[in-house]
């Protein structure tokens, strides 16, 4: 696995750190969650941006999408007890085979 991966992998997480802190920030009365959102995004496209080099971006796109809709998706169900309807994880099921089926069709 190239060093791109890690980048990629790299702006999944610090996405979702920032997705998770928008919602910890309380409409950004929450100081520390409120500035780590900037901070995770900055990150994030950082690392975007470098694992573009080796990566296409159909399949980096489909990746940093993809995962990060879903860690979010089950990041709400499981700490913020959002509802886990039996649609909503189809769904995320079909988020997850699309994602494979776009990076395995290279």
């Known amino acids: 696995m190239s060093i791109s991966w890690f980048y990629l992998i790299g702006a999944?997480?610090?996405?979702v750190v920032g997705t998770t802190c928008m919602k910890l920030s309380e409409g950004f009365t929450n100081i520390v969650p409120s500035v780590s959102i900037f901070i995770c995004y900055g990150l994030c496209f950082t690392c975007?941006?470098?694992c573009l080099q080796k990566i296409d971006v159909s399949v980096a796109y489909a990746?940093?999408?993809g995962l990060g809709t879903?860690?979010?998706?089950l990041i709400g169900i499981i700490f913020f007890r959002e509802s886990a309807s039996s649609i909503k994880l189809?769904?995320?099921a079909l988020i997850i085979i699309g994602v494979i089926g776009l990076n395995s069709a290279k």
Do not use: K, N, R
């Not at 999944?12 to 996405?15: D, H």
């Open 70 to 73: 879903t860690l979010i998706a």
């Open 12 to 15: 999944v997480i610090f996405e």
């Open 90 to 92: 189809m769904s995320i």
């Open 48 to 50: 975007m941006t470098l």
């Open 63 to 65: 990746f940093w999408a």
